[in-house]
């Protein structure tokens, strides 16, 4: 009798244990569900912002594929959750507007506390290549009415093909930043207008190949712009150099001057974020002239070395671009897979990875299926009862945009730890 006990207490003690590894399994466990589907036109990126407590989600809608013109709808809606969970956005739209082969929207606060809102528009006069003409004015700003509760376009910037913009405020000054990739050059842009009647004029340019994304890192006392370089258009191909610059001098005397060189395989996009700790760049590494089937970097700054330093290698397949962002203070990390597009493969599979503290590397923890991925987009949402953060991420499909095909984006909840009947069934 005392030894069937034995077995019995030691078959329950095995069955806890399991029980227990279990449950620190599915509390470790990532979940992208997906709560809602937005019908896009070749979507080239999501912006999400809030002000005055409302979200907004901004969507870059490159082409709509049958306009002679490269034109589309963009719209700014706001969102919210419903009581199931589910994401909706309030309609009409906030915003619409026709945009010509837009490559993304930039929001930030000004330096007077205005808020803008800027959208490339990379084939708003057409494909030629060279400085772009007073009359070519791609890069429209806006600025939102608070009172009207609506975007009022306030400038446009001539431009030629711009494939990105970014942004800074410094010693007061509001300051946009444009990758001309008709021109091979990154433009900075000032305000100097007044409160409520902006007025950003061209102050500094610099040279860059295949000019496209940027990332503005500010790290101490140092200002730093990360300007990639998609395609070299030498015989270097797609073997090329993503500049990091750093803003030296002051008053009209500033200038960007670069201060590291970093080797890239067709850079389509930067993205720089002090998360986890560490302050971290992320590389999205389209293609080789092989394949697209390469491995982007992840870079650190080193803060003794005053240069960002590689510290790891992560698989992609034609990256777009990248998300960094927190979850309780651990690092997460998003990628957008495009695909082919030489190979016009747009079927991909795009990642979300998570840093595993005790390696400090990056492990993949979810993945989704994605047609001609361009863009993730991180934001959070509170309860108004609870102030509860619920987690989302937006991946923009660009999809088979010549044949009107997969024109469909998503949103994700991410869910960290799951029930043990938790696994959920998507929207």
Known sequence: ERCAASTKMIQLFTVACAMALIAAERADEIRLVKVASLKTRGNA???????????????????????????????????????????????????????????????????????????????????????????????????????????VLAQSLATAGPAQTDHYVRNGKSHIVVGENFNDVVSVWRDDGSPGEPQFVRVHEIRTAGAGAMAIAEIGQRLLLVATSYHSGTQDGWRTRTGVHELLGSGDQERFQQVQEIATFGCHDADYAFVGGRQLLFLSEDRS???????????????????????????????????????????????????????????????????????????????????????????????????????????????????????????????????????????
């Open 45 to 151: 990126g999501f912006e999400a912002f809030t002000i005055n407590n409302i979200t907004m989600l901004a969507t870059a809608n490159f082409w709509d594929g049958k306009s002679a013109d490269m034109s589309a709808a963009s719209t700014v809606h706001a969102l919210a959750p419903d009581s199931q969970g589910r994401l909706r956005r309030r309609t009409p739209a906030l915003h619409t507007v026709t945009t010509q082969g837009a490559h993304g929207w930039d929001y930030f606060a000004g330096a007077s506390g205005e808020h803008f809102l800027v959208v490339c528009n990379y084939y708003g006069c057409g494909s030629s290549r060279g400085p772009a003409t007073e009359a070519c004015r791609t890069t429209s700003v806006f600025t939102w009415a608070d009172t009207e509760q609506q975007w």
């Open 289 to 427: 002239d092989e394949s697209s089937r390469i491995t982007s970097g992840l870079l650190e700054y080193d803060v003794a070395a005053g240069r960002f330093i590689e510290v790891q290698r992560i698989p992609t397949d034609g990256a777009h671009a990248a998300e960094l962002f927190e979850i309780d203070d651990t690092a997460y990390l998003a990628v957008a897979n495009f695909g082919d597009r030489l190979g016009k493969r747009y079927a991909s599979r795009s990642t979300l990875w998570r840093e595993d503290e005790d390696e400090k590397k990056f492990v993949e923890v979810a993945t989704v299926p994605t047609v001609g991925a361009t863009d993730w987009e991180h934001f959070v949402l509170r309860s108004p009862d609870t102030d509860e953060a619920t987690h989302y991420l937006a991946v923009a499909n660009e999809g088979d945009i010549q044949n009107r095909k997969d024109q469909t984006s998503h949103v994700y909840r991410v869910e960290v730890g799951v029930s043990p009947d938790g696994l959920r069934s998507e929207l």
